[in-house]
């Protein structure tokens, strides 16, 4: 039996069937943009652990800054004894995100906690309770971001009853048949029909839309939602955990629209691989707590937050968002030749900012028709041809490409080839 196979079967036994894994390999060692698995083989990581390695595995900065912190302390709980690094992170954050006047950032451990954690805070500044969010959105799996995301299945099947007083608006998709003007005549329904705007804390959506499948939101819109949470006194909540830290070419997806949110929450590859994540807004908003009520035990692990200003370094030094354009630019070119080919399963839909890239496989060559199952069988081709990729989507029909902004030209090329023979009809 191989090692991959002697750990499925540990997995199955011991790991409940509720957390999926995308493959049947077990991770043995990473390096940069190449994974190993437990039997030795070599694959190169198009997945970023779910867009969480922008500066590759065990960037050697960013472990040595890690390295550097295991020799002064792991753990204080900022609660109790707060520690340089923590403010240090706060304080360049609070100097990068595009938040109009003076800025202040909490930091926590999950892209879920960050969500939950700006909705009480909006709560909080507001007095109001309720919060629209979007169809297509992912913002966690807790009870509160569950009901948030806008995905039935798997994430919220079984779970109900959601909390209260969340409210969906349909996200601008033009393909789905939903345009612009859809959607806000959508939120102009919430407020007729089921709440009114003097009582909702926030509007949340992903500049561009992660699990939904890489749709971004264009700067009319985010303009229209700006306005609308001007006009009735509503904060805007950026969702950058995955768009943000250079993916999109930008530090954070929401400034290709040239609008400033009031919170923003961050996470993923903030920290190059550890557990941390934080909200980020306008000093006053993020104020309103009161002391106590926020927190957690492990929030802003100095370990971390170590990590995170090594990744903020290494973006900086090593040109990490003119290098998300140029990959992107490259990766972008390839898969054009690929629409173009009978040989290759049909997709569509070519699309995002950056180095944040999607296409959808679709049924027949011309036509918009998700084909989920066809993604499906692709991840799949490509895991046997030593190429990790995710697929994502409201139908599942979404291919994404999250490989890291540090990754060789040459290794970009031979994930690109592998993918190619993948897409191939015939394979």
Aim: aromatic share 6%; hydrophobic share 45%; with cysteine.
């Amino acid at each position: 039996m191989s090692a991959n196979a002697a750990l499925q079967a540990r997995r199955v036994a011991a790991v409940p069937r509720g957390v999926a894994t995308a493959t049947a390999i077990f991770a043995a060692r990473g390096e940069n943009s190449e994974l190993w698995d437990a039997d030795g083989r070599r694959y190169i990581d198009f997945g970023g652990g779910i867009a969480v390695l922008n500066t590759g595995h065990r960037h050697p900065k960013v472990m040595a800054a890690v390295a550097a912190q295991l020799e002064r302390y792991t753990h204080t709980a900022f609660q109790v004894t707060a520690y340089e690094p923590y403010i240090e992170l706060a304080e360049r954050l609070n100097a990068l995100a595009p938040i109009d006047g003076p800025a202040k950032t909490i930091l926590f451990t999950t892209g879920a906690e960050a969500v939950e954690n700006a909705v009480k805070i909006a709560r909080a500044a507001t007095g109001r309770s309720a919060v629209i969010a979007f169809t297509g959105g992912f913002h966690g799996r807790t009870m509160l971001t569950m009901g948030l995301t806008g995905k039935t299945v798997p994430y919220k099947h079984r779970f109900g009853p959601m909390p209260a007083e969340i409210y969906h608006a349909p996200f601008p998709i033009p393909h789905y048949g939903v345009s612009e003007e859809d959607s806000l005549r959508a939120l102009d329904f919430i407020f007729r029909a089921d709440v009114e705007p003097e009582r909702v804390a926030a509007i949340i959506l992903e500049p561009v839309q992660g699990e939904g499948g890489f749709h971004a939101a264009t700067p009319s819109f985010m303009q229209a939602l700006r306005d609308l949470c001007d006009r009735w006194g509503i904060l805007l909540i950026a969702d950058e955990v995955q768009s943000g830290f250079g993916r999109t070419g930008k530090m954070f997806g929401i400034e290709h629209t040239g609008v400033k949110p009031d919170l923003i929450t961050v996470a993923k590859s903030l920290a190059g691989g550890f557990p941390l994540s934080g909200v980020v807004g306008r000093a006053e908003i993020m104020d309103a707590a009161e002391p106590g009520g926020l927190g957690g035990t492990y929030a802003g692990s100095p370990v971390a937050c170590a990590a995170a200003l090594a990744v903020l370094d290494v973006i900086a030094e090593e040109g990490l968002l003119a290098r998300a354009e140029s990959l992107g630019a490259r990766t972008r070119a390839r898969l054009a030749g690929f629409e173009a080919r009978n040989d290759l399963r049909p997709i569509a839909g070519l699309r995002g900012p950056g180095a944040m890239i999607a296409f959808d496989l679709v049924t027949s060559r011309g036509s918009r028709d998700p084909d989920g199952a066809a993604a499906k069988l692709v991840t799949a081709k490509a895991l046997e041809r030593g190429l990790i990729l995710l697929s994502c989507g409201i139908h599942g029909e979404t291919i994404r490409l999250l490989f890291p902004l540090t990754i060789s030209e040459s290794f970009l090329d031979e994930g690109l080839d592998r993918l190619e023979d993948a897409l191939r009809i015939a394979a």
